[in-house]
């Protein structure tokens, strides 16, 4: 119980802290600074209290009272918590600074050999102990040696790798012909374009919570991508170098689309000259003046064939249960998608395009012509590949090789898209049918288990307590010998399954033989030759 309420009272301030977090975000403060000033300012409490108060009678933190180490617990990170929050909340909104030219910090450059010292010194202090346990046990300074230094790499590595962007970031873009420019409006930058398990997803992104391991659960295994963290390597690699002008409010480049950051008097031009330049112009839809004017200049400076326009993926998902998860969300899905379709061609509108209005579904690549009509590419895509080679074949060749013909679904009639070369290959099934018809394919646990995966927790639990229960009934001492047999307890239903399964072939090969045994075979005796054939014989 007392450890229950320690760890209560520790909470707490993590409340008011988090609350000032925000606050501070919203209001336009950046990441890195917050975080210094709350490190430098809970420092400072502990450093305050310490020249205050002093130290304990006797100097020695064994002979430390109780309400002594409460105080140094709780009580200081409360009332620093409570103070941060009251002063997030007074603060005034920091203005954003519009700023052109290449940025320019030496922030993550400093922050990342901060890391590297103290993470260093952390690692030192922990091997010391190995030799020396004095207050680290020997077997717990392994485990922190370990801990410490992937943290100390990984940490560091992203912050020099920020630096390295900033220094990378070219005050003017070059002039290339082949350069893909990126539109969108700049409060819209960072909306999410797909959302999916880091697994799959971090490959796309240099995210930190894409490649940190983190606790287990859902939301830490969920991360969301923009569409140019997730296209950004596809469409260099294939088309050409992506570019687009930056929010002068940036304080770093982001990471994504190389940017220019033009003066505010001659940003117009710069747009122009880039749209002449570039082969293809990727727009991310959203509502703002200066996209609107960028969608018209388009427009009428005969550039429509350049635009292309994307709908977001289906998420990404590899959890069990996952298809009868998407199932049951699909319609939800759908209507989310038309609104934002019907949004986007209410946008395209007002520039003077013709964008049809029925939506083309998840992971569709659109292009214009010249009149600016659109023309659906690819529909279905769930890779950046799948986004970026019909469009590398429009504009290289202007041939549709994706998904883009529309045909009735099989079972339930509803419109979707095949290609008419490789990509015509399919099962003719909508989205919906053709999960129905791969679940229904599954054994009865494997839809059991599809349908409501909760069974399979609740049966990895079970699992684990049979298999200690074999051990101890085996007398089997090690541990060990319970996670050797925890894999094949927890596999035997499916074991179970498959020999019913291979014995119902069985069965049924048997059947078959044995009724083809039994069908009369006629006879081949002169008894039952006709007469005619006799009579010629």
């Not at 403060?29 to 420092?43: E, K």
């Not at 370990?146 to 943290?151: A, D, E, P, W």
Request: charged share 20%; proline share 6%.
């Amino acid at each position: 119980m007392d450890t229950l309420i320690l760890a209560i009272l520790l909470a707490v301030p993590i409340v008011p802290t988090v609350f000032a977090w925000f606050r501070l975000r919203t209001k336009g403060y950046g990441r890195a600074l917050i975080a210094i000033c709350f490190v430098a300012s809970i420092l400072a409490c502990y450093l305050a209290n310490s020249i205050l108060l002093g130290t304990s009678e006797s100097g020695s933190p064994g002979s430390m009272g109780k309400s002594e180490a409460l105080w140094l617990l709780f009580g200081i990170p409360l009332i620093w918590s409570l103070l941060a929050a009251g002063l997030a909340y007074g603060l005034p909104a920091r203005k954003s600074r519009r700023i052109s030219g290449p940025r320019r910090s030496p922030v993550p450059r400093l922050l990342a050999w901060l890391i590297v010292v103290v993470g260093g010194a952390t690692s030192l202090f922990f091997l010391w102990q190995l030799f020396d346990p004095t207050i680290v046990p020997r077997n717990e300074g392994i485990n922190a040696i370990l801990v410490t230094t992937c943290l100390t790499l990984l940490l560091a590595g992203y912050c020099f790798g920020i630096d390295r962007r900033v220094k990378a970031a070219p005050a003017v873009l070059a002039e290339s012909e082949g350069s893909v420019l990126y539109l969108r409006a700049f409060d819209a930058e960072r909306q999410p374009f797909v959302s999916g398990d880091r697994s799959v997803l971090r490959r796309y992104t240099n995210q930190l919570k894409a490649h940190v391991p983190l606790a287990r659960g859902k939301r830490n295994r969920t991360i969301h991508l923009t569409l140019e963290d997730y296209l950004e390597e596809a469409i260099t690699s294939k088309i050409g170098p992506f570019v687009g002008l930056g929010n002068p409010a940036d304080s770093l480049p982001p990471d994504g689309a190389t940017r220019e950051y033009a003066p505010d008097a001659n940003w117009k031009e710069r747009f122009l000259a880039l749209a002449q330049n570039a082969k293809c112009i990727v727009i991310a839809l959203g509502e703002s003046d200066n996209l609107q004017w960028e969608l018209r200049q388009i427009r009428e400076q005969g550039l429509s064939q350049k635009l292309c326009l994307f709908t977001s993926p289906r998420p990404v998902d590899r959890e069990l249960g996952s298809l009868s998860r998407a199932l049951r969300s699909e319609a939800a899905r759908k209507d989310a998608l038309a609104a934002s379709w019907a949004s986007s061609c209410e946008t395209m509108r007002r520039a003077g395009y013709d964008c049809d209005p029925v939506c083309p579904g998840p992971g569709a690549v659109t292009a214009f012509d010249q009149n600016g009509k659109s023309l659906l590419l690819t529909t279905e895509a769930s890779s950046p590949d799948e986004y970026i080679n019909p469009a590398v074949d429009w504009f290289n060749t202007g041939t549709k090789s994706g998904r883009w013909m529309p045909v009735s679904c099989k079972n339930c009639q509803e419109t979707i898209y095949q290609g008419t070369g490789p990509a015509a290959s399919g099962s003719g099934l909508c989205f919906s049918c053709q999960g129905e018809a791969e679940i229904a394919r599954k054994s009865r646990l494997g839809r059991a288990v599809e349908r409501h995966p909760v069974l399979g927790s609740i049966w990895g639990l079970l699992s684990l307590v049979i298999a200690a229960l074999v051990a101890v009934f085996l007398s089997l001492g090690s541990k060990w010998w319970v996670v050797a047999l925890w894999p094949l307890v927890l596999a035997t239903p499916w074991v179970v399954m498959a020999g019913f399964r291979r014995l119902g072939r069985v069965r049924l090969h048997g059947d078959m033989v044995s009724s083809s045994t039994s069908t009369p075979v006629p006879s081949t005796d002169s008894t039952d030759v006709p007469p005619h054939d006799s009579q010629s014989r």
